[in-house]
């Protein structure tokens, strides 16, 4: 009698933290003006470190999560560690497209989080959602992306500009921010969040030209539209619907 009641407390117990924590997890959008992009070490000597992408794919992918905030006005801060070492200065198509934006270059902090600087830069903007990428994911993106979550920021890491050594890093870094709290997403779904309505501003007319620099399925898609419509004719065999 007592032994099955306290077999079911047992369980009871085992599986409640989990449940209540699976029921946390509700749908966090991205709110435009309420977000901040930060760049962490995305620095050409890092960069080569990166092995779960391909070296194109990856400068693209970072190039395009520098590019997305200026797109919607977000601000954008950005850091490195240690530029003047082995780790490198950011690619210069990165600092152009952010000239006069905070830039913390920090001597020794390997959490970004760690340096005076990069907090007062990150707590002026006055925005509680953060929009992050970095290189390794499991260092510079996951560390800052947990230090974040400590203070009750809404986190965002972006999965297609965070790299590291190996897809087995990726997925663990990636699953600790998840456990954390951390909303792991690609570039499409940060910029179709963020717009909301293809009938906003930015929407279409913005978008269409983004992705047509750094989405190519997508600017494809819509090139092949916009010549159909053009200068389309279909084929006799084709079905029209
Ligand atoms: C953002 O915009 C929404 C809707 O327009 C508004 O309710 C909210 O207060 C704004 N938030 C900030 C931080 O400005
Ligand atoms: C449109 O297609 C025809 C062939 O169907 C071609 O001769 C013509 O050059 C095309 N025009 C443009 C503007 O692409």
Redesign the pocket.
């Given at each position: 009698m007592y032994f099955p009641i306290s077999v079911l407390t047992l369980l009871a117990a085992l599986t409640l933290p989990f449940t209540a924590q699976a029921s946390d997890q509700t749908f966090t959008r991205l709110?435009k003006?309420?977000t901040v992009f930060l760049v962490v070490d995305h620095q050409l000597g890092l960069f080569s470190l990166v092995r779960d992408f391909a070296p194109d794919q990856y400068r693209n992918n970072i190039l395009a999560h520098a590019a997305l905030p200026k797109v919607f006005n977000i601000p954008t801060i950005l850091t490195t560690s240690a530029e003047t070492g082995p780790n490198g200065p950011l690619p210069r198509e990165i600092v152009e497209i952010h000239k006069g934006a905070p830039f913390i270059k920090r001597n020794g902090e390997v959490n970004a989080w760690d340096n005076a600087d990069f907090r007062a830069a990150v707590k002026a903007t006055?925005?509680?959602q953060i929009v992050l990428a970095g290189i390794t994911t499991d260092v510079c993106t996951a560390f800052l992306a947990l230090s974040l979550r400590a203070e009750e920021y809404e986190v965002f890491a972006n999965s297609d500009a965070s790299g590291t050594f190996d897809q087995r890093l990726a997925d663990e870094a990636n699953d600790r921010m998840r456990a954390a709290g951390v909303t792991t997403m690609g570039m499409f779904a940060i910029s179709m969040d963020l717009m909301r309505d293809w009938r906003n501003t930015p929407g279409t007319s913005e978008l269409l030209p983004f992705f047509d620099k750094y989405l190519t399925a997508y600017a494809f898609l819509a090139r092949a539209h916009g010549a159909a419509v053009t200068n389309g004719t279909l084929l006799p065999s084709e079905a029209t619907s």
């Open positions: 709110r003006n309420d006055g925005k509680k």
